[in-house]
């Protein structure tokens, strides 16, 4: 898939997340939604509601459930500024009841050009991307650490010093 692809997948998988956040309790829209049409959706849906006509938007639930609750225990378990963690959290909960980030913004106080607000949108972006990578339409992300010793280059110029080339 090009970059260019990848990228539309992820915007359109954005827009149906948010749709199916707003429906979560409404299994019948949520099997309408095209998030409840992946294979990992629709084989969890035959693997725990099997001939239920509702099957696929309840398994979509169930897994985007689970996606919200892996966050917020990850958000918890992250060794963040509390502050910053407990704002987080009030926007994931507040994405889990189908409300957008910008009424999030709004209900928290925050003012949405903000620092604080760009980082309430970093919570819906990690839940796009948990549930791309859930369903096989995205790689995991990797971890990365900073490295143990920072470059040779980088410490010389913060000393000042040039290097010989």
Known sequence: ???????????????????????????????????????????????????????????????IVELVNQLDRDLVASGEDPADIRTRRLALRGLARGD???????????????????MLYGVHHTLVRRFLERVGHMAPSTQRTAPAQPWPAVVDAVRGVARAG
Do not use: F
């Open 1 to 63: 898939m090009t970059t260019a692809g990848k990228q539309q997948t992820a915007v359109d998988a954005s827009r149906e997340l948010r749709r199916a956040l707003r429906s979560l309790r409404q299994p019948a829209q949520l099997q309408e939604n095209p998030l409840a049409q992946t294979a990992v959706v629709r084989a969890r849906a035959a693997e725990r509601y099997g001939d239920d006509p509702l099957a696929a938007g309840r398994a979509l639930r169930d897994l």
């Open 100 to 118: 957008g980030i910008a009424t999030v913004t709004r209900s928290l106080g925050i003012a949405r050009t903000s620092h604080a607000a760009r």
